[in-house]
């Protein structure tokens, strides 16, 4: 076999690969022998006969395709690895001469990864961060389950900071227009909890059951949704229920009630040791996300553009499937911020490029520190996550190829980061 790389720029190749007849004989074997058992051949039971006779009697047109299949996969996995270029996605190929099983020759065109230097990142230093529950943030569980459990009682009386009130409301712009996601129906708000915008809660207070109530509210400059930020709305408002939260007392009674306890004690240490290890995962993930943005930024990559496209795409794709658990269309959340798809997609384009970057230095890393995954561990860890699921199903989903991949991939992830921590804390 010969190949001849002509490196176009650091992150696109072509490669020019030719084979002759030793290398096409050996495919071809390979095919019969993998792929044509089922050939019946007079005289012989099914994969008896000599390999001659199963090519005189297969279909000449099945052959060819399988063969070139074969031959092609074949050849550029050898090429890419006799001229170490790590190719992205599936190159272009071009057949420039074949004779049947003599001769092949090929044109394959594709982008790559191109250099990647690493910065000294055993040297990079970053402190595990501590945490700490405070006893006002146990209270402040406590006082939620109270707030759950709160009997309520239907008021005649206006409502009042601490009320819980069910309402219709719809919110229009300035022109009268219907803005998404600012309506709703039969919706429980309790007056103080801060759960919406600045000054909409205040508003429905002395508000009783059946009375309407229409006024402007400004939107806060840092609110989550671009478009709306700073912006004036009017909300049309419907009280259909005022009920006062009659909260029970903390105390064992309450802890039996709530969970598996028999005390306020029980309870309370129960509730901080579940903080303690909420925080515990914030704060990792944190450190972590420092840590690989810290030795991504010193390293120097060349990577394709087709990568961040990629990228780009399945953060569009995670993003619209957190639209659908929300209930909105990907058209009206465009319209709620403002952009067309062009310029959202545009948007995040240096957050896509940052994830590919530190995703390559991750991958170099494990490369250089030799680590890997072993089949015991990959079984282990899908072993693991069947638990997880009821539905036959799902738990077969598990071990298809595809999947027993980006499990194994995710796990030499895991590995990396480890090992950059340990690093980090010497």
Do not use: C
């Not at 206006?158 to 309506?183: M, N, R």
């Not at 009674?253 to 509730?271: N, Q």
Request: avoid cysteine.
């Amino acid at each position: 076999m010969q190949v001849t790389l002509d490196q176009k720029s650091p992150t696109h190749a072509r490669l020019a690969i030719s084979a002759g007849a030793e290398e096409m004989e050996a495919i071809k074997d390979h095919v019969l022998h993998q792929h044509f058992g089922d050939v019946k051949v007079p005289g012989f039971r099914e994969g008896r006969a000599p390999q001659n006779l199963i090519e005189k009697n297969a279909n000449p047109q099945r052959l060819l395709d399988e063969f070139m299949e074969h031959a092609i996969n074949d050849l550029f996995r050898k090429a890419i690895e006799t001229e170490k270029v790590r190719p992205v996605g599936q190159p272009n190929i071009e057949v420039k001469k074949f004779v049947p099983y003599t001769t092949l020759e090929v044109d394959t065109e594709f982008d790559m990864i191109g250099k990647i230097n690493l910065p000294n990142y055993k040297q990079v230093k970053l402190p595990l961060p501590k945490t700490q529950v405070t006893a006002k943030e146990v209270d402040d569980v406590l006082s939620n389950l109270r707030k759950r459990m709160a009997e309520r009682i239907e008021a005649k009386r206006p409502a009042k900071l601490g009320d819980e009130v069910t309402i219709d409301f719809d919110g229009t712009d300035q022109k009268g227009e219907p803005i998404a996601g600012a309506s709703g129906k039969d919706f429980p708000l309790i007056l103080g909890s801060k759960n919406f915008i600045p000054g909409f809660e205040e508003a429905l207070v002395g508000l009783k059951a059946g009375a309407e109530k229409t006024f402007k509210v400004t939107f806060p400059a840092d609110y989550g949704v671009v478009a709306l930020r700073k912006k004036p709305v009017n909300f049309k408002v419907t009280a259909k229920k005022v009920s006062e939260l009659v909260e029970p007392k903390l105390d064992d009674e309450l802890a039996k009630k709530i969970g598996p306890f028999t005390s306020v004690a029980e309870l309370k240490a129960d509730v901080k040791k579940q903080l303690t290890a909420e925080q515990g995962i914030r704060a990792r993930q944190q450190y972590e996300s420092e840590l690989i943005k810290k030795i991504s930024d010193g390293a120097k990559v060349e990577f394709p553009q087709s990568m961040v496209e990629d990228q780009l795409t399945a953060m569009e794709e995670a993003e619209k499937r957190d639209l659908v658990m929300r209930g909105q269309t990907w058209q009206e959340h465009l319209k709620a911020e403002g952009v067309t798809e062009e310029q959202h997609r545009e948007r995040k384009r240096a957050d896509a490029a940052e994830r590919v970057k530190a995703g390559l230095v991750l991958s170099e890393i494990s490369l250089v520190e030799g680590l890997d995954v072993e089949p015991a561990e990959l079984d282990t860890k899908i072993n693991e996550l069947k638990t997880q699921y009821q539905d036959p199903g799902m738990r077969a989903e598990l071990d298809k190829p595809e999947n027993r991949q980006d499990i194994a991939a995710r796990l030499l992830t895991e590995k990396t980061i480890n090992k950059l921590v340990g690093y980090a804390n010497k």
